[in-house]
């Protein structure tokens, strides 16, 4: 069974708190970003390797611009790996435009492999430095319930933590 190639989400716009009626959808025409446009991946190329699954993150208010973008793969045992997740430079730091575009795009990838899969979703850290590669550890478990692989850079989601995200964030 495939995810249908759009759903709707809703950001948080931060300026004045109001919910905005956004979609997250298959890659399908968009130009994708790149570190020529100040993002960390390149998603225009990693989008290109096989059994890459690529999704975007757009809003009703700016539907030519990606707010976020997730790829995807599938595993041979079955679970999904989430390869590559990243928002928009604009959405992060302390004058970002919208939140919940991660948890949206991470519980999106938690139901993908609820569906395709056996609902683990698994993906790495790295990071420049150990301390940050730890921070952001810290942070993936805290928000999003992410376990750490044993003494390594990987993590996962278990299918039960997945689906409270995918209620959280995707309703």
């Not at 109001?18 to 968009?30: F, L, N, P, W």
């Not at 569906?115 to 550890?137: R, T, V, Y």
Request: proline share 3%; hydrophobic share 35%.
């Amino acid at each position: 069974m495939k995810p249908k190639t759009t759903m709707d989400v809703k950001l948080v716009r931060i300026e004045d708190g109001v919910q905005i009626h956004s979609k997250i959808e298959a890659c399908k025409g968009h130009r994708l970003p790149t570190f020529h446009d100040g993002w960390r991946f390149n998603f225009n190329k990693h989008s290109k390797t096989s059994g890459a699954q690529t999704f975007v993150l757009l809003t009703e208010e700016s539907p030519e611009t990606i707010e976020g973008c997730v790829i995807l793969k599938k595993q041979q045992h079955g679970d999904h790996y989430m390869a590559f997740v990243e928002i928009a430079p604009h959405n992060q730091g302390k004058g970002k435009k919208y939140d919940k575009v991660a948890g949206c795009l991470i519980a999106y990838a938690c139901r993908v492999s609820h569906i395709q899969g056996d609902g683990f979703l698994s993906f790495h850290i790295g990071e420049e430095s150990q301390q940050k590669e730890k921070k952001l550890m810290i942070h993936y478990s805290k928000k999003y319930l992410a376990l750490r692989i044993a003494d390594t850079k990987e993590m996962i989601i278990v299918p039960g933590d997945g689906q409270k995200l995918i209620s959280q964030y995707l309703g």
